[in-house]
């Protein structure tokens, strides 16, 4: 008996479709349901009104709390000098909190434990004076990698993806001498960016506890796109609820 077209494009269990995805995702992150209810409140005007936030002229006033994400250290520290005043280099760590570096190097002498490094200044932000921190993600922050070349897209719905590997692999032939230093550069470069991202995804979310918006400084393109929805991952649940009762809304690119 010939499979109908539906049974032809059924998934194996546990996938979903491009659509179901995104349907997900709005209800995750927008609290919506349908890509129509999407494209509705995309046509909105941005929201900009923080004046349910008394300032600091009012005796209850605080300025406003804003944690700022870019991809790289060197960025955030760029931005940081331009925007702000002056900026501080902070830690966020599990055990101490934001502490500065000099602070640090009291508690941590050899730097053993896991820590994510910030930048502290203040800036003016839709009119308002805002206390910033800024982190960076250096990169993406889940990452899955295929093996090998998939000659049939079909595979991909059996091959394990997220997977770490404990043995090398007899598939590259050693270094030589010539190639070590340059290997080595990048092993230390890969363990650097794996540590940082993952100190990013256990600290982010505790140091930008109580932010009333959150800034994405990211490439404008599909990746900076994936990495902008990979820290609102991590980032959403420590914002503060603004007055519309959507956090999408005090989130900006």
Do not use: W
Not at 24 to 52: C, G, M, Q, R, V
Not at 169 to 180: F, Q, R
């Amino acid at each position: 008996m010939a499979s109908s077209k539906q049974d032809i494009h059924k998934l194996p269990e546990g996938h979903h479709s491009g659509e179901e995805n995104i349907e997900k995702a709005l209800k995750k992150f927008y609290n919506l349901k349908t890509i129509e209810e999407y494209k509705e409140y995309y046509s909105k005007p941005i929201y900009t009104d923080f004046s349910h936030i008394h300032d600091i002229s009012y005796p209850d006033g605080r300025s406003l709390k804003v944690f700022m994400v870019s991809e790289k250290n060197l960025m955030s520290a760029a931005l940081a000098s331009r925007l702000g005043f002056r900026f501080v280099v902070k830690r966020y760590y599990d055990e101490y909190g934001l502490i500065s570096v000099e602070d640090a190097k009291e508690k941590d002498p050899k730097e053993e434990k896991p820590f994510l490094k910030l930048l502290q200044f203040k800036c003016e932000i839709f009119g308002r004076m805002a206390e910033v921190l800024m982190a960076a993600t250096n990169g993406h922050l889940f990452i899955s990698n295929f093996e090998k070349k998939l000659e049939d897209p079909t595979e991909a719905f059996v091959l394990e993806i997220i997977k770490k590997k404990d043995e090398k692999t007899d598939n590259h032939p050693s270094p030589t001498p010539a190639d070590s230093t340059e290997i080595n550069d990048e092993i230390a470069e890969k363990k650097f960016r794996q540590n940082y991202q993952k100190n990013f995804i256990d600290f982010a979310g505790k140091a930008a506890k109580g932010s009333d918006a959150v800034v994405l400084f990211l490439d404008n393109d599909n990746a900076g796109e994936y990495i902008c929805y990979q820290v609102i991952d991590v980032l959403i649940d420590s914002l503060e609820m603004p007055p519309t009762g959507n956090k999408m809304d005090v989130i900006y690119r």
